[in-house]
């Protein structure tokens, strides 16, 4: 498996480049103590979440509201509720689908656009990743974005780093419209020695 | 020109001392940071972009036909508009049957193209710009000035004194602050806007996908909160299939602003749910217009045609040395900078491309960066070509073009001719009549010409079977004949066998003036004077990089690709790239002096650039045990002929080109500069007053154990 660490490796190097963070995680209780730890250092009073696997969802959750913070799963929400709670959340957890090691991109499709806005309206994204999803290079994208493309439809939104500017005299500004920190959390298995 | 004083907006633009500082600053960080993030690509992956952008463009009608069938499938609206005034009708129309008063549009240069927003404004819609840079252009009521750093004329002060002007909110000359007041400012509008307009970087023809770039975040939320969609997409953007999109999308960010990737790619093929401001999802309409407005005409045209290809990267701006002082409001008409020049032609006509179009200086620099390797220099020629043919050419262009039999002239009657070319009144009759600066000094003819020079010289050695046919070009023929003498005698110290065939000057400034037909002639002739040679086993080198560029890649531009034009352009070498392999390949004798402890300065000339990327000058003064410092500003701005014309048509924008690396070598503390080609020489000594030579001239003396100047 000495090539799969190498990928995670790149992924995770390019990342940090890019001024986002990762974290490498083994088990459900560890993100949800990650996360809920990360949640309160943030400040936040509202995290919705959508993507995410249906137990860990319910135990951050319980992990979250017990702070005494809002915490939401958009498809256990009313509709009616969907946009306004987009507007006010303070982070937006999603599932990513894929991840190419050598930018650093995450690759997440979105069945309607409240997933898509959740990764664009908080100030803070985080995407959870199973590590097994990494792939190696852009251009192994092809085949998997002819099949989602021609299939579905489903948006893809390939996101790498934080939303950034060099717009006024090339000086590089991090959170202009999209979200101003975004932390990768990849499930399964720590970097092995070498 | 269409009421456009070239020469004023110069004059003007030359004052803005703040501006061309940022530019020049942007550019230069620009460039570097793209070549870092290039460097992983080797000529063969370059080569295939190209041909993808080729294949792109002849399936183009197959591709729109399975584009127009997908997008229908997915319950698309899609539009094919001929011209930009139907593009204008088909958004307006949109927008007004279904009541939007607030529209949002992320960068896109296509829109600006169509001039929509005026006609939007005009309508009575509210029309926002959401990414940073064309927010600040649309508050300044300006143009962008840059293809991808839309803003980058104007100073983090003026930006705030703009936003203080307009919108009464005082901030700090900080982006961060301003980036901050902009995010909230605008985050209202997204959230209440009716309708998101985008262009698109690519479409994909196999699954009907729009695939937008941007590193904001403004594209996503554009095309994911208002309740309509409409993306307006040049019909060249269309590539068939995931593998292309991928590998073009792969380098546009690298070579853009030097980034592995965008921070956002967009895929979409349909209009999805969102939810909507009063509760519940709404279902997003998605059109896509598909822009013809002069492509596919130009694809018809076969110089033009290979703008199409262009990926709208704009590495080409940040290399161009008239666009790094004089920005895209001046270099520019709607689209700017050097692939500003034949989009112009193709969206907005001859004239209006002409206006600017006798910016360029032919150095070439655009074509090097492009990662598609775009030839602008040709299509700018021809621009200038046409405009020549319809309206007359320039009575100074004609002059400098045809330099040569002035050359002759004041060759044949030297001493006398440099006396006279030295007094002042002559350097004003040579700007009254011809258009040459005052300021100029005219080079010392030689009283000889190389070929009366090397009499005797030439002679065959029976036992060799190196052999090489000099093309020496006018300055070395007239002026430098020092240049030439070396070059034969560096050349039969190495045991060649030299012939210089008969030969007229390359013929680039011709090219550069847009006087095609001349340079044709001068091609034509030397080709089939070299052909002669190179027939017989002959390589054919040259001091001179232009000559070399020349007969590489104008000459089959200009003459098509027959086999004496390809065999000549393969058998071409600049000199130092030929010796470089000699000595590669251990053939070079290498019993001469070194000169350790000397300081020098060395400056690479444009055209060098584009025929080796080993720089080999760089390794033989490193060999004569030369310090030499490499000063990379890119061009000088001499630019052959052109700096030398008078005030704001050349002269002073030329001298502001040259401005930093005159600066530099000022401050470097070197004893004399060096470059191999002769008009830098002549820019360079004339703004620093240092000594400049060519690099055979150390060569030889090296071979001759003398010591240098």
Known sequence: MKADSDVLKRFISELEKLGATAELLETRTQVVKHLSDFVREKGAKMVLAYGLERMLSSELSKAITSMGISYFDINDVDRRDLRKLLERADIGITGADLAVAETGSLIITSENDAARLLSCLPPIHVAILPRENILDSFLDLAEWLRKMQGTSKRTVSVITGPSRTADIELEIVLGVHGPCELHVIILGGALSEG | ?709
Not at chain 2, 239 to 260: C, F, H, M, Y
Not at chain 2, 481 to 505: E, I, R
Not at chain 2, 561 to 576: N, P
Not at chain 2, 578 to 593: N, T
């Open chain 2, 1 to 709: 020109m269409k009421g456009r004083n070239l020469i004023a907006e110069v004059s003007e633009a030359l004052k803005n001392k703040s501006q061309i500082e940022n530019l020049r600053t942007s550019m230069l960080c620009m460039r570097d940071k793209r070549d870092a993030a290039m460097a992983g690509y080797s000529e063969k992956e370059l080569a295939e972009l190209r041909n993808i952008r080729q294949a792109s463009l002849s399936s183009l009608n197959e591709s729109i036909k399975m584009l127009k069938d997908k997008l229908e499938e997915n319950g698309c609206g899609f539009y094919f508009a001929k011209t930009a005034k139907d593009a204008c009708e088909y958004v307006v129309n949109v927008a007004k049957t279904r009541g939007v008063k607030r529209i949002v549009k992320a960068k896109s240069m296509t829109t600006e193209e169509i001039e929509l927003n005026k006609r939007l404004v005009a309508e009575g819609f509210e029309v926002i710009e959401t990414d940073l840079g064309e927010w600040l252009v649309q508050l300044a009521g300006q143009k962008p000035s840059h293809l991808t750093a839309p803003a980058i004329h104007l100073s983090r002060y003026e930006i705030s004194k703009l936003i203080e002007d307009r919108l009464g909110v005082r901030l700090p000359a900080d982006p961060k602050e301003v980036t901050k007041f902009v995010r909230a400012f605008l985050r209202e509008k997204f959230l209440t806007a009716d309708m998101g307009i985008t262009g698109g970087n690519f479409v994909v023809a196999e699954t009907g996908s729009l695939v937008l770039v941007t590193n904001e975040g403004n594209g996503r939320l554009v095309t994911a909160l208002p309740r309509i969609h409409v993306a307006i997409v040049g019909v060249e953007k269309l590539v068939r299939t995931w593998e292309d999109a991928l590998k073009i999308l792969n380098v546009l960010p690298k070579s853009a602003t030097g980034q592995n990737m965008a921070t956002y790619v967009t895929i979409l093929n349909s209009g999805s749910e969102t939810p909507s401001l009063d509760g519940g999802f709404v279902e997003r309409e998605f059109h896509l217009v598909l822009l013809d407005n002069g492509r596919l005409s130009a694809l018809q045209d076969t110089v033009m045609s290979e703008a199409l290809k262009c990926i709208r990267c704009s590495a080409c701006f940040n290399v161009c040395p008239t666009y790094r002082v004089l920005g895209g409001h001046v270099f520019g008409y709607i689209y700017s900078g050097p692939t500003g020049i034949p989009w112009t032609y193709i969206s907005h006509g001859l004239e209006n491309a002409a206006s600017y179009a006798p910016l360029c200086i032919s150095c070439g620099l655009c074509r090097e960066t492009c990662p598609i390797g775009i030839d602008m220099p040709t299509m700018i020629s021809e621009i200038k070509r046409r405009y020549g043919e319809r309206n007359g050419y320039r009575w100074v262009d004609r002059r400098l073009a045809g330099y040569e039999s002035l050359v002759k002239l004041a060759s044949n009657t030297a001493p006398v001719s440099n006396f006279l070319l030295g007094t002042s009144m002559a350097k004003w009759i040579l700007e009254k009549l011809i258009g040459i600066d005052r300021r100029v000094n005219l080079p010392k003819f030689s009283g000889k010409t190389l070929r009366e020079l090397l009499d005797g010289v030439l002679v065959p050695r029976a036992e060799s079977d190196r052999k090489v046919a000099y093309f020496a070009d006018s300055m070395a023929y007239y002026i430098d004949v020092d240049v030439g003498l070396a070059t034969v005698n560096v050349l039969q110290k190495n045991g060649f066998n030299v012939v210089m065939p008969p030969q007229k000057g390359s013929g680039m400034p011709s090219f550069l003036y847009g006087l095609l037909d001349d340079a044709k002639k001068l091609a034509e002739y030397n080709v089939k004077q070299m052909y002669e040679y190179v027939s017989k086993g002959y390589d054919i080198v040259s001091a001179e990089p232009t000559a070399i560029y020349c007969l590489r890649f104008v000459y089959p531009k200009l003459l098509g690709t027959t086999k004496e034009v390809q065999e000549v352009a393969e058998r071409s070498y600049e000199l130092f790239g030929y010796l470089l392999r000699m000595l590669e390949s251990g053939m070079l004798d290498l019993s001469f002096k070194r000169y350790n402890g000397v300081k020098a300065v060395y400056h690479l000339p444009c055209h060098s650039r584009h025929l080796s990327k080993d720089r080999p000058v760089l390794k033989f003064l490193e060999m004569l045990g030369i310090d030499a410092e490499f000063i990379d500003y890119g061009c000088c701005g001499m630019g052959g002929t052109w700096g030398m014309k008078k005030g704001y048509e050349g002269y002073e924008i030329s001298k502001a080109i040259a401005e930093p690396l005159v600066m530099a070598i000022s401050k470097s503390g070197a004893d004399f500069v060096v470059t191999e080609c002769s008009l830098c020489k002549m820019q360079i000594e004339r703004f620093t007053g240092k000594k400049v030579v060519h690099p055979i001239l150390l060569l030889d003396k090296a071979y001759k154990g003398l010591p240098i100047p």
